[in-house]
């Protein structure tokens, strides 16, 4: 058993809205993403979604109003929340999902699931 850096682990790739597993936690897995831009509108029907920001700054765009994150800021959307992440520069997160959720809501158009 050994400690795992965020940091190292986000040097590892590049690109945006492509999370990378990097433990599990009780039938979660815990990810790390580079996003940039904006991702889809979307919900997640059957479980809410975590974003923990390491660096950078987003935006959580809800229906309801917009919740503006930065480093060592976390936010939960409940589940069932239409929203829609954005980040005017490129940010690192730490999320944390029930094994199997797609990025997107929908297993057809969700990024592909990567363990580093």
Known sequence: MQAINLADKLATFEGHWQ???????NGHDLM?????????WHTHENTDDFFLVLKGRITIRM??????????????????????PVAEEEAHLLLIEPVGTPNTGNAATAAPRRVL
């Open 63 to 84: 229906r309801e109003g917009d919740v503006a994150l930065g480093p060592g800021e976390l936010f939960v959307v409940p589940k069932g929340t239409e929203h829609c």
């Open 32 to 40: 790390v993403v580079k996003v940039k831009g904006e991702f889809v």
């Open 19 to 25: 999370p990378r597993v990097v433990g599990q936690f």
